[in-house]
Each structure stands twice: as structure tokens, then as C-alpha cells.
């Protein structure tokens, strides 16, 4: 069985790590639901590397994932 927090715990976290930089949230709804929420920058990088490029460049920005998840124990 998977270990879950009290219900109605809500937890926030952040991360960094050159060049990943990550915030997340995760909340425990009800006694068997649990979700999180999360994004992470990485930051320096050039961004979608082809044949022909080495990427757009410093105008580029930083790349950022989102995700998104829940559990449940039925």
C-alpha cells in the first residue's frame, strides 16, 4: 500500500541544480487521493538542436516542462 500524507496535507518544494531549476506542489485531497503539480526550468541551454542548427540561441529563453499527476489507492 502506498504511504500517503494526512489528509488535507499540503506540501511545496524547490529544487536547484545548474542548469534545472523545479517548483512543486502536492496536495493530499481525501484519505486515498493524492496529486502533485510541477514545472522545471532548464535554464542555458539552446533549445531543439537540428542538422543544420546548434539551436535558436540566447534569444531562445529557457525550456520549461510542466507536469501534472495524481494517485489513488482503491
Known sequence: MPRFNPDGTLRFGMAYAPPYFDLSANATLLPWLETNLAITRINGIPGF????????????????????GSRSVS
Open 49 to 68: 538542436f537540428t542538422e543544420t542548427s546548434t539551436g535558436f540561441g540566447a534569444a531562445y529563453g529557457a525550456y520549461k516542462d510542466r507536469n501534472a
